[in-house]
């Protein structure tokens, strides 16, 4: 098994910065797309940390991706708005529709964000935690390209489809659900392959439909929910994918070009993404949420746990100790993305 290698956060950081900027990403994509990896590499989401960074080199290098979008958006309603990512980097159209929305929220009391013409964007928590950092709730989704079978299905037809949650807490790290409606990313495979690690039990399965522990030779991942329950992801799949591409007129999952492993690194992917910003103010009022909230968590933390020791979690709890702990002793990395951004095995760099 191959060992990962601790970079300290700052370097991390300005090693992907400079990749972009190699790659020929104008300032704002580049550092968009830093940012979104740097949130998933901080709290431990390393599947759509800065492993992601080849890939997307491959793709603006390519032409795939646009290294100079115009990112546009329109209002639609009082409540809804359309952003156009002009085939760049998905982070860049997703970060500007979440702040959209939470502008447009804090007129309305919600606002709702399309994304048309985008690319992947990596972890959706990265756009609801931007929410919850400005107070309100946060909501992000994205669909993807065909790697997920469906219940009972011998063949991928989703994407791996998240949902992401994130609320304010009040002097506390924001409550966070960031989840793949697969049984893992098909990232989380790829970085398994560059580890030479082998795969949980019944998450992934080879080309004919057969279950496998073998990263190499995985070629589709299982629903979320595993055996006689996989039913539950696939349909939450499908809500992704309703918000993401139907109801955005993009790319629906079947029919969107790969994000790997295919010889077309030119043509747009038309990748869709949606998001909601919610404030509290609108609704029980902003001082009865942060009550509300409180209290919650306070119960939520107190149930006794299975072992008699650690406090239950919440969502987000682990994700926050990790990104400390990281921030504390080093963000891990595989060996293949830290040869590609210059990284020796010590963490120091090697140019």
Same mark, same amino acid.
């Given at each position: ?22 790659? @020929? ?12 990896l740097m949130h998933a590499?901080? +709290? ?41 990512g002009d085939n760049g980097? @998905? ?14 929220? #804090?007129?309305?009391?919600? @606002? ?50 998240? +949902? ?9 790290? &924001?409550?966070? +659900? ?44 299982? &629903? ?22 139907? +109801?955005?007129?993009t790319t629906l999952d ?25 404030? &509290? ?22 149930? #006794? ?20 702990? #990281? ?21 120091? &760099?090697?140019?």
């Open positions: 098994m191959s060992r990962a290698i601790l970079v300290q956060a700052d370097l991390l950081a300005s090693r992907l910065s400079r990749a972009f900027a190699e790659a @020929g990403a104008s300032a704002p994509a580049g550092a968009a797309a830093t940012r979104a590499s901080r +709290l431990g989401v390393d599947s759509h940390g800065a492993r992601l960074v080849m890939v997307y080199d491959q793709k603006l290098r390519n032409g795939r991706a646009n290294r100079n979008p115009v990112v546009t958006a329109r209002r639609t309603a009082a409540a809804a708005a359309i952003v156009d980097l @998905g982070a860049l159209a997703a970060y500007r529709a979440m702040e959209l929305a939470i502008e447009i929220a #804090r007129e309305s009391g919600i @606002g709702a964000v399309g994304v048309v013409r985008s690319h992947h964007y990596g972890a959706a928590g990265a756009y609801a935690t931007v929410a919850a950092e400005a107070g309100l709730i946060g909501f992000a989704t994205t669909n993807a390209d065909s790697i997920v079978a469906p219940f009972e299905g011998a063949q991928a037809f989703h994407g791996t489809n998240p +949902l992401a949650f994130a609320a304010p807490v009040e002097g506390q790290k &924001p409550w966070l +659900l960031d989840m793949a409606t697969s049984s893992i990313p098909f990232n989380r495979v790829l970085l398994y392959r560059s580890l030479a690690t082998i795969l949980p039990e019944g998450v992934a399965a080879d080309r004919q439909g057969q279950m496998t522990r073998d990263a190499e030779v995985a070629e589709m991942l299982m &629903p979320l929910g595993g055996a006689g329950y996989g039913f539950k992801g696939a349909a939450l799949a499908g809500v992704a994918t309703l918000l993401s591409a139907i +109801l955005m007129g079947h029919a969107m070009i790969p994000m790997v492993g295919t010889p077309d690194l030119q043509t747009p992917r038309n990748m869709g993404h949606f998001v909601i910003a919610i404030d &509290p103010a609108f609704f029980a009022g902003k001082a009865m949420f942060d009550k509300g909230m409180r209290s919650y968590l306070d119960a939520l933390r107190a149930v #006794r746990h299975t072992d008699g020791g650690h406090p239950v979690m919440a969502p987000g709890d682990r994700e926050w100790a990790v990104e400390a702990e #990281r921030l504390r002793d080093g963000i891990p990395i595989d060996p293949d993305t830290a040869a590609f951004l210059k990284i020796g095995a010590d963490g120091t &760099p090697t140019d």
